[in-house]
């Protein structure tokens, strides 16, 4: 069974919520996960855009969420979690505006897509601090069982 990543918020390819946005309460949305392999010992979670800034010239992926050390039997996160429902051993890096938290969608312009990437690795990562995206991508390397993938849309209103 392949790794499955939903969110009762929004279906795949679907517009994410605007409470989960910069125009909303700017909180993360829930997310569900199963058909982790037997080996998962950690998940870690990290979702971006890579329509920055805008989606007819893109430039750049911007991150908007770093999540490790998920303990796999967890299986969800409710909306919010990132301020008040992590679990104890999860950690949070660093996205695009130099927080440890989630950073919903805020497009300038257009539409565009927001991937929330779930990768379950074979190992429980060490501390890593408050990595970005890059570092924690470097540590997973070697270590990734599987990777499921859910994309949202988001375009502000009026725009």
Not at 91 to 113: K, Q
Not at 131 to 147: F, N, S, V, W
Request: charged letters at 15%; hydrophobic letters at 35%; proline letters at 13%.
């Amino acid at each position: 069974m392949p790794l499955i990543l939903t969110s009762p918020a929004f279906s795949q390819g679907g517009e994410i919520p605007t409470v989960h946005t910069c125009e909303g309460t700017d909180v993360s949305p829930p997310l569900a996960w199963s058909g982790m392999p037997p080996a998962t010992a950690s998940l870690a979670l990290i979702v971006d855009d890579p329509d920055a800034p805008d989606p007819a010239s893109p430039q750049m992926t911007w991150v908007h969420w770093v999540v490790y050390n998920l303990p796999p039997q967890v299986g969800s996160l409710a909306q919010g979690a990132s301020r008040h429902g992590l679990p104890p051993s999860a950690r949070e890096g660093l996205n695009d505006w130099h927080r440890a938290n989630y950073g919903g969608p805020c497009p300038p312009i257009g539409r565009h897509r927001y991937f929330h990437k779930l990768y379950a690795l074979d190992v429980v990562l060490p501390d890593l601090g408050k990595p970005d995206k890059a570092a924690l991508e470097q540590a997973m390397r070697g270590h990734i069982l599987a990777h499921a993938e859910l994309i949202g849309t988001y375009q502000k209103h009026g725009r």
